[in-house]
């Protein structure tokens, strides 16, 4: 902000003092004249320059200005932006020494001419012109603002030239690549990878040897964005080898191969990834340390030089400020020095001179950029915005190149030291907490070997806890487990190793060596990894497999009359090892046995005998998996085989693994995720004694409000607690499900639990939890929900949820029960602002919709009725309604003229005369001038009939929408007329004739034919050459409608009865329908398919939008509280006003 005005806007700023503009501890003072804007425009500049951080807030600032509702996000030009600034700033000044800064700075006078002969760097770097009074100036450029995006919206960044050579300038080739990383994991986020030249250099970099196939590379960004090329670069970079020819600095392109290979990444990559071309070798730059002390790790006692070719790094991460580094490094330490030549490679780049250097300022990140840049801003979809120009014949004072604190006083620099300091302090405590792990310590004292896995003993602490800072060594971490758990040491020389759960119990993965040279975060622990401390080889004197290969597999054999055991048995294990120990533990000979593997569930279950092939093969080789189960027959009794029904009723009594999260304790600081433990249950008991079960093995004697459990669904998220009457199998706990223990009460028999929401933010709705009794009603519902979201005043009523969270049917009826209104456990409402209408109306509201195109003007008398109706949607009668190329369609825009609040015992004329109340300035002579009809999705649909109906009969809720056509002649449509849009396809194009309105009468029978000779009597076309279509809007797709050979078999029909009804299924046509004609004659190869642009637009949003959900369900575990987005609706464009006191 500083450099794009001017660098002198801040030098004024600096010199005026406190007792000018006043203390920011004064400004609540109503007696004080605070000159808040300036004092926070010096605070700004100066952390501008001086803080230790990438980006500084300007939320102080912006509060000076009296923006205190987010006036900030406010979509406004950066020059309206800049003249109220401008105003602001003077305004705020007057009465002081800086009151003329503005104008000093920045005016006008008249000019002759001004003359660009070529647009090229030269001509916009300097600018040439003649005042009035015949005076030559020469401006210099020295900021670009540029936008990019739409006109309602975008972005704005800014090129600035580094007048006072404060920057550090390396070409841009050279520029350490930076992606954004997530703050939790330390991972690079690629979602977040706004340049598509950042992302690839970054997947290209991890490969051997830095490239692949373009193919290979289309299906990574797919993999690490969830978006493909084409969707989120395409439309600003062009086609990927487009893209990557431009950039043939960066990228080494084989369009005969189609293989793109790394060509410079960071400034260590000096060297071509292509083997054909050779580069000369890199000369050896050494640094010197003996006589300074920075950052990067120099030391004055150390006199090793450190080797820039093997550890750039280091470099990078050497304090800027430290002279004798960057002198060493043979850098300039501003960046600006003269320009002398860098030899990067077989690369010659001319340093920019002092003063020249550009930057790109976007949002938190700077980039070098060459001067040549600017010329690429003046066409396509970035372009310049706003040109700042500078007289040349301005000169910065010496002492202002390369010092940060010119002009600054003294107050700021302590003010910012302060800071700083705070800063470094936090840096030093997040360091840690970031580099802090949590692990459990598991001891073999503790444990045994049995059934393939190793269990826990009883009554022995299976683990204890470690925290230890993962920059340690492991010989540190073993230092630590001995001081841990010194009496449960197996031995002297312990062996620590990686350790996991598994359902079929715990198992040893990787061994971690003891060793100064090692770092822990090397060794791939994470914060909650478990650890094993062990010998070795045994536990409790038992020979323990190890590795993945080894990994133990949980499986549940059937056997005898019902009877079963569950138990682990090694991935690498064979199957006639598996027989020989099943056969040991229920005691039969191996010869007699026979497995059979089982699938399905307890409901339909499918017996597949294990073959003499299979036998051979290992368990992963048959791709068996925990919770599978075997069938083990004894050939030598008849009729020892079990029938499918006793295999269902053994499955239903099996035992199956379960994975428990403890949320009864509080996280530490640097923790993220709970404890789990593997818990053993048997689908029979209750939620209540497996409570008791995962409590005993917590070690928990009570839990705050006696605690309950929760699933936590794979894509639903947590759901709500679980009602301890229950079996788990009516609760839906299965085989790997994983349950949530929390404080809290649990359900009783007789109540339910209900999240709600009162309003959506933009990161999405926020959700409570309520627990009401089962048998209360609507009204009550809502009292308990208000108290709940602490709400006392205004109307309010609820609305259930569909299953994404959108909203769905209004609960209308306050005296019904929750259960009648079919609210379950767990449902999700919405609570909305509103008066419900009284037990036995409806409130709904009416939209005024145009006339139907067939019934408009047929006379003087007509025309003059229809202008007055047409005066509501802003043309004329006589206006003429263009071809349409696409759209199948496009009336004007409907109008809302209020509600209505009737009974439902009220019939369909009733309903029409409290319409005409509401549109009382439109010439309506009686209902039967009206139309009245449903709104679905937005379009019109049943037409309301037979006044004498109620709107019970009729089916009209609160939750309806209606529709009010006018006609200009009565109308009293039968049961068996059906109204419908008709357009015709216009040959060789994707479009429509406008479309008109058939009311078909379907007495005679409601048939293609039937329906095809009435469009013929209105588009004058013969029924021969027509091929009609029906459209569904909701999915974009047309079906053609045309006899099926399949329904001509009426065989077995009453005699009269009507064939190929097309009010049925498949068709459906009803009311509000939209039909397509085509001339067959303009397409006799049956080729068009009545398809629009839009609908394959449609089509392709749809499909995204399916891809999205998926998405949302995959991710829904992690944001459990996104269940869908409303509709993000555009922010006005309004008016920015900066509010400035008065310091007249």
């Known amino acids: 902000m500083r450099c794009i005005y001017n660098l002198s806007i801040s030098d004024g700023l600096f010199c005026l003092s406190e007792d000018e503009l006043g203390k920011l501890c004064d400004a609540d003072k109503p007696e004080a004249k605070v000159r808040v804007i300036p004092i926070q425009l010096q605070r700004l500049f100066a952390r501008l320059l001086l803080k230790n951080c990438q980006s500084v807030s300007t939320k102080d600032l912006t509060h000076s200005f009296g923006w205190i509702n987010d006036e900030q996000f406010y979509q406004s030009d950066v020059q309206e932006l800049n003249r109220i600034l401008f105003s602001a700033i003077e305004s705020s000044l007057v009465g002081t020494s800086g009151h003329n800064l503005i104008k000093q700075l920045y005016h006008g006078k008249c000019v002759n001419q001004i003359r660009f002969c070529k647009l090229n760097v030269a001509n916009l770097i300097k600018c040439k012109f003649q005042t009035a009074e015949g005076e030559d100036l020469v401006y210099e450029l020295f900021s670009v603002v540029i936008h990019i995006g739409g006109a309602h919206g975008g972005h704005y960044h800014a090129y600035i030239r580094d007048i006072d050579g404060l920057g550090y300038w390396v070409t841009p080739e050279d520029e350490e690549i930076v992606v954004p990383t997530d703050p939790l994991t330390g991972k690079v986020d690629f979602i977040e990878c706004e340049s598509p030249i950042e992302l690839v250099q970054v997947i290209l970099s991890r490969q051997k040897n830095k490239g692949m196939s373009l193919d290979k590379l289309h299906q990574e960004i797919l993999k690490q964005t969830g978006l493909s090329w084409n969707k989120r670069f395409k439309g600003k970079y062009g086609p990927i080898t487009k893209f990557l020819s431009k950039y043939d600095d960066k990228f080494i392109f084989d369009s005969t191969q189609n293989y793109v290979s790394l060509k410079i990444y960071g400034p260590s990559s000096d060297t071509q990834n292509n083997h054909n071309e050779k580069s000369p070798p890199k000369p050896s730059s050494t640094i010197s340390n003996s006589d300074c002390q920075c950052s990067c790790g120099h030391d004055k006692n150390r006199s090793n030089p450190i080797d820039v070719n093997k550890d750039p790094a280091r470099i990078k991460s050497c304090d800027q400020s430290c002279d004798k580094c960057a002198r060493s490094c043979g850098i300039d330490k501003y960046a600006q020095g003269d320009s002398r030549n860098m030899n990067k490679g077989n690369r010659v780049t001319e340093k920019p001179h002092p003063g020249k250097a550009w930057f790109d300022f976007n949002d938190s990140r700077v980039h070098p950029i060459y001067e040549k840049t600017i010329e690429k801003q003046f066409t396509g979809k970035e372009s310049a915005y706003m040109l700042f120009y500078r007289k040349k014949s301005l000169v910065r004072p010496n002492t202002a190149y390369g010092n940060k604190t010119y002009c600054m006083p003294e107050f700021l620099k302590t003010e910012i030291t302060k800071e700083n300091s705070l800063l470094d302090e936090e840096r030093k405590q997040y360091d840690i907490e970031m580099n802090r792990l949590t692990l459990q310590i598991h001891f073999s004292k503790c444990y045994q070997y049995r059934e393939g896995a ?433 759209e199948v369609i496009s009336d004007a825009q409907p109008v809302n003229i209020g509600e209505v609040e009737i009974s439902r015992d009220s019939d369909l004329s009733d309903l029409k005369e409290q319409v005409m109340t509401l549109a009382s300035d439109l010439p309506i002579p009686t209902i039967d001038f009206m139309r009245l009809r449903l709104v679905e999705q937005k379009r019109l649909s049943t037409v309301l009939r037979d006044n004498n109906l109620t709107l019970r009969r009729l089916k009209l809720t609160s939750n309806s929408v209606l529709a009010l056509q006018i006609l200009p002649e009565e109308e009293q449509l039968r049961n068996d007329q059906i109204v419908l849009n008709i357009c015709q396809r216009i040959p060789d194009t994707k479009g429509y004739t406008p479309s008109i309105e058939l009311v078909w009468d379907t007495s005679s029978g409601p048939t293609i034919h039937s329906l095809k000779q009435a469009i013929a009597k209105v588009l004058f076309l013969e029924t021969e050459n027509m091929c009609i279509a029906k459209h569904f809007p909701q999915i974009f797709e047309w079906m053609i409608i045309e006899k099926n050979d399949k329904q001509g078999n009426n065989k077995g029909k009453k005699k009269g009865q009507v064939k190929n009804n097309i009010k049925q299924a498949p068709f459906h046509i009803h009311d509000g329908d939209t039909i397509g004609v085509k001339d067959t004659r303009c397409d006799p190869n049956n080729l068009d398919k009545f398809m629009t642009d839009e609908d394959e637009i449609g089509k392709l949003r749809l499909h995204e939008e399916m891809e999205e959900k998926r998405k949302m369900r995959e991710e829904r575990k992690k944001y459990e509280s996104e269940f869908g987005t409303s509709k993000k609706q555009r922010r006005p464009e309004l008016g920015i006003i900066i509010k400035v006191g008065d310091f007249s």
Not at 485 to 493: K, N, T, V
Not at 511 to 531: A, P, R, V, Y
Not at 636 to 657: D, H, Q
Not at 848 to 859: A, I, Q, R
């Open 454 to 886: 190793l269990k826990p003993l009883n009554n022995m602490l299976a683990w204890q806890e470690l925290v230890i800072d993962q920059r340690q060594t492991t010989a540190q971490l073993y230092e630590a487990v001995m001081e841990l758990g010194m009496e449960y040491l197996p031995c002297d020389q312990f062996q620590i190793s990686k350790f996991r759960e598994l359902p079929a119990g715990g198992h040893i993965y990787d061994n971690i060596t003891e060793t100064e040279d090692m770092l822990i975060k090397h060794c791939d622990i994470q914060d909650g990894d478990k650890l094993f401390v062990w010998d070795g080889e045994t536990v409790n004197d038992m020979l323990v497999p190890t590795g993945l290969e080894q990994e133990p597999v949980y499986i549940t054999v059937i056997y005898g009359d019902n009877l079963q055991f569950s138990r682990g048995f090694s991935r690498s294990l064979k199957i006639t090892d598996i027989k020989s120990l099943i056969c040991d533990t229920i005691r039969m000979e191996t010869k007699n046995l026979r497995l059979k593997r089982i699938f399905g569930d307890d409901t339909e279950v499918k017996m597949v005998p294990i073959s003499h092939k299979e036998e051979s093969q290992t368990i992963a080789e048959i791709k068996m998996k925990d919770g599978d189960r075997l069938l083990a027959e004894d050939m030598s009794e008849k009729g020892s085989g079990l029938s499918e029904e006793s295999v269902s009723t053994a499955i239903y009594s099996c035992k199956f693994v379960v994975q428990v999260e403890n949320r009864c304790v509080e996280l530490g600081k640097g923790v993220f995720d709970y404890s789990t433990i593997r818990v053993e249950v048997d689908r029979t008991i209750t939620v209540s004694e497996l409570k008791v079960i995962v409590m005993t093995k917590l070690h928990l004697e009570s839990v705050l409000d006696g605690g309950r459990i929760r699933i936590n669904h794979e894509s639903l998220g947590l759901r709500q607690p679980l009602h301890e009457e229950q079996s788990i199998f009516e609760a839906g706990i299965t085989q790997g499900s994983h349950l949530v223990l929390e404080p809290g009460p649990a359900p009783e028999s007789n109540e339910m639990t209900l999240s709600f929401t009162c309003e959506l933010s933009m990161s999405g709705p926020d959700y409570s939890e309520v627990m009401v009794k089962k048998n209360i009603t609507v009204a009550s519902c809502l009292q308990c929900i208000l108290e709940r979201a602490k709400i006392t005043e205004g109307d309010w009523h609820l609305r259930k949820t569909n299953w994404c969270g959108e909203a769905a049917e209004l609960l209308d009826d306050p005296d019904s029960l929750l259960e009648e209104s079919l609210v379950n456990d767990g449902d999700v409402l919405l609570l909305e602002r509103g008066r419900l209408p009284p037990k036995g109306f409806i409130r709904v509201p009416v939209w005024l919709y145009s006339t139907p195109e067939s019934v408009k003007g047929g006379n003087q008398q007509q025309d003059s009725f229809l202008s007055k109706v047409s005066c509501y949607f802003g043309y004329g009668s006589n206006t003429e309604e263009s071809t349409r190329t696409g």
